[in-house]
């Protein structure tokens, strides 16, 4: 079975007086690591001595970190079949603190609220409320295992990319004294039809992930 889709659930807490230090630019590595411990091989957060796992889970938290991953606690990791959050063989369901999201196996942590902000920062938009059916409606009509597939779908997509070539174009002018943003000629035919076209390309990936495209 896909290592980053536990069948059981399981708690990462850790270790007792365990201090977590943010990674520093300078540093070549993060302090923090995911090791197994104990008769009854408990995963435990410490600090890092040697070479960490890179396989399932551990491995997967241990790249987060080592990307300078700020978020420290305990770590609830869900099992493949919860009906609150789960997996898929790319991305694992886990709760740190009240915050759910997604492990991604690059080491990402992908925020449940966050993803779903992003949906509705796009449905927010002139070209979004021109469509019926809302990208957040779909995404809160979605089983954990359906939310788990769209993000899996989008674990490595570019939102930053996407709102640069979303916005108008415009160019900056002095105006009565005062800086203002002014529209390139020309440019509004393109924009409204590069964001329908953006727009749609959102739609079609969540259809992809869930098999309706």
């Known amino acids: 079975m ?8 399981f708690t990462i807490r850790p270790k007792a007086d365990f201090r977590f230090m943010p990674k520093k630019v300078t540093d070549t590595h993060g302090s923090v690591g995911v090791y197994r ?29 080592e990307n300078g991953g700020t978020r420290v606690g305990t770590i609830y990791i869900y099992a493949r079949n ?24 690059e080491g990402k942590f992908i925020a449940e609220d966050d993803f779903r902000n992003t949906l509705y920062s796009i449905d927010s938009t002139t070209v979004g409320l021109g469509y019926d059916e809302a990208l957040t409606r779909k995404w809160d009509s979605l089983t954990a295992r359906q939310k788990a597939l769209v993000v899996d779908e989008f674990r490595n997509y570019n939102w930053d990319q996407f709102w640069t070539e979303f916005y108008p174009r415009f160019k900056l002018k002095v105006k009565n004294g005062k800086i203002v943003k002014v529209r390139e000629r020309g440019s509004e035919t393109w924009e409204t039809d590069n964001q329908y076209r953006m727009y749609d390309e959102i739609v079609k990936k969540m259809a992809k992930a869930l098999g309706e495209w």
């Open 2 to 9: 896909p290592s980053l889709n536990p069948k059981a659930a």
């Open 37 to 65: 411990v104990g008769p009854k091989n408990k995963f435990v957060l410490r600090p890092r001595t040697g070479r960490l796992s890179q396989k399932g889970v551990a491995g997967a938290i241990n790249r987060y970190y």
């Open 82 to 105: 919860s009906r609150i959050m789960q997996g898929t063989s790319n991305i694992v369901g886990a709760k740190i603190g009240e915050e759910k999201g997604w492990f991604t196996k």
